[in-house]
């Protein structure tokens, strides 16, 4: 290898290392869980006198679309184990941990890590296989728009006017509250006019009915009122809805439709593991940091390299 040669190896390494220092965390965050030293041991507090955690954090809270990575810091193999695990004493005892088959880790050994990437929302409990005892939850939140919104996550505005097929009439409708989520009582506000828009159509006849996940869940005869009609519901689970007003006035090609999300359980977050969530990011930050600091470090060296090779030049 000659001296230009040389040369260009040391540009294109300097490319290189600055493409990937470049490249934006687009898809989620990456967030970090340490397995501390002694894990395995059941009668040892690795936090006291905070709360036992054998996954530090133990409660940690994320978004749809984030990645987990537990670092295992221990001398000994772990793993991660969605499902549900012991409490110290049981496991003790020889008791196990039942597995729900959503994640699992296999056996990861010292300085081993193991990550996943979270794509629903939800609580997902899990412990180690080899160590039951050793209990974490991640909790996934998903981001709700704070405006009405269609089953696309498209802004509405109330109320959402739109006209029968057959041209005859218009139909209006408000839910409220304006975000829906399960276990709350859900008024949709409806109002019928004319093609015009504007005459009120009194004692019209309508079928109003729930679609979620692909089948009907609720069916209701109706009768338009001078002032709004309204229909209530209490939804059980979350995901789009289709609100659907059929044979309106009994004409069967008298049929509208509109569309939003209902979302489920928003899962709250004690002071305690708000803490514990703080200082998993503190070790997020120092390990980004530290990837950080050994490709500047590694920029600068070849920097400095081809410095010395021009200078031979
Ligand atoms: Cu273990």
């Known amino acids: 290898m000659n001296d230009q040669t040389r040369v260009y190896s040391a ?24 397995i501390p ?15 036992i955690e054998w996954y530090i954090p133990s409660n940690l809270k994320i978004r749809v679309g984030d990645t987990v990575t537990w670092v295992n810091n221990d001398t000994v193999q772990h793993t ?6 012991v409490s110290r004493y049981e496991g003790v005892t020889g008791k196990l941990g039942v597995a729900d088959g959503i994640f699992d880790s296999g056996l990861i050994g010292r300085g081993e890590s193991w990550s996943y990437k979270f794509e629903k929302p939800g609580r997902f409990a899990y412990f180690c296989a080899v160590h039951p005892w050793m209990i ?24 959402i006017m ?39 159509q009194h004692l019209l006849n309508y079928y109003f009915v729930l679609y979620q996940n692909g089948r009907e869940i609720y069916r209701s005869l109706g009768y338009s009122e001078r002032g709004s009609d309204i229909k209530y519901y209490v ?10 007003f059929e044979e309106i006035g009994g004409s069967p090609d008298s049929n509208v439709e509109f569309s939003t999300i209902v ?12 803490a ?28 400095l390299i081809l410095w010395w090779f021009r200078r031979k030049l």
């Open 235 to 244: 939804f059980s689970e979350p995901g789009p809805i289709i609100i659907r």
């Open 80 to 85: 991660i184990t969605s499902g549900k695990g």
């Open 162 to 200: 739109t006209v029968t097929p057959d041209r005859r009439y218009h139909v209006g409708i408000t839910w409220a509250p304006s975000i829906i989520t399960t276990g709350e009582r859900i008024a949709f506000i409806n109002d019928f006019f004319d093609i015009s828009g504007t005459i009120k």
């Open 37 to 51: 030293e002694r894990a395995s041991d059941p009668s040892f507090d690795p936090q006291f006198p905070k709360p």
């Open 136 to 159: 974490g939850v991640v909790i996934v939140e998903q981001q709700i728009p704070d405006y009405p919104h269609d089953a696309n996550g498209n802004r509405v505005t109330f109320p």
């Open 263 to 274: 979302y489920g359980e928003v899962y709250e977050v004690s002071d305690i593991d708000k």
């Open 11 to 34: 540009m294109v390494v300097i490319i290189i290392m600055i493409t990937i220092i470049s490249i934006p965390v687009v898809y989620g965050e990456e967030k970090i869980v340490l």
């Open 276 to 303: 514990l969530i703080s200082s998993a990011k503190m070790d997020t930050m120092v390990i980004h940091a530290i990837t950080y600091a050994g490709m500047t470090s590694l920029v600068i060296g070849a920097g």
